[in-house]
């Protein structure tokens, strides 16, 4: 995504960053509750079964993980901008 560039006839930095930062803990919540319900084997009749689920399921938190850099960078982008730097 192409990061907001602050103007005067712009949103305000604080209307750009704060909805960000909200989704980056939401995310961050989202992987964590994520990781407690990771495949475990004990819950499986077949290893290769559960190894192929648990692969998925690391890539479904990875995807998420690079979706929490985005906004992230976003935000710290956005108040750069905002101190001149």
């Known amino acids: 995504m192409i990061t ?4 005067i006839n712009g ?6 960053i704060d909805p960000r930062l909200k989704a980056v803990v939401s995310l961050k919540y989202a992987i964590e509750n994520l990781l407690k319900v990771t495949p475990n084997g004990r819950d499986y009749s077949n290893t290769e079964k559960c190894n192929i689920d648990r692969t998925f399921h690391y890539d479904r938190i990875e995807t ?3 979706i929490w850099n985005e906004i992230y960078n976003e935000a710290i982008a956005i108040k750069k901008q905002e101190q001149g730097v």
Do not use: F
């Open 11 to 16: 949103s305000s930095a604080s209307d750009l």
């Open 4 to 7: 907001p560039t602050l103007n």
């Open 64 to 66: 998420i993980h690079s």
